[in-house]
């Protein structure tokens, strides 16, 4: 086989490597697909993490809050950096009025929706 040949053909093996490399790295940093917020004494919030990333696309959405790391939310709490009920009040419900405001479908904007206790 002409040099060329096997010169062209190891860049383009090179360039597919990475390509679908940067393409798993992506996924796994897009979090689990679904998670459990925990929601005080009106029972645990399930979160369709997945389904709002792939809706929404742009993480600043809800990260531009707190940051992309498990447990992130109750540290802030802790911290006295986050009021209690400052996600579910001020991010999510909010966006889900304005979506349904606007026509479009969105998520539950009642607190009962969402709280399974």
């Known amino acids: 086989m002409n040099s060329k040949w096997i010169v062209i053909l190891t860049i383009f093996i090179a360039v597919g490597v990475a390509w679908s490399s940067t393409i798993i790295a992506a996924e796994q940093n897009k979090g689990p697909a679904d998670i459990?917020?925990?929601?005080?004494?009106?029972g645990e919030?399930?979160?369709?993490?997945?389904?709002?990333?792939?809706?929404?696309?742009?993480?600043?959405?809800?990260?531009?809050?707190?940051?992309?790391?498990?447990g992130s939310i109750e540290a802030m709490k802790t911290e006295g950096k986050?009021?209690?009920?400052?996600?579910?009040?001020?991010?999510?419900?909010?966006?889900?009025r304005q979506m349904k405001k606007a026509g479009e479908k969105s998520?539950?904007?009642t607190c009962t929706k969402c709280h399974s206790g």
Do not use: E
């Open 36 to 42: 459990s917020l925990y929601g005080g004494s009106k």
């Open 45 to 70: 919030v399930p979160f369709p993490h997945r389904l709002h990333q792939d809706n929404l696309g742009d993480c600043k959405a809800c990260h531009d809050v707190f940051p992309q790391k498990k």
């Open 82 to 96: 986050l009021k209690k009920k400052h996600v579910m009040n001020k991010l999510c419900t909010k966006c889900h």
């Open 107 to 109: 998520g539950p904007t």
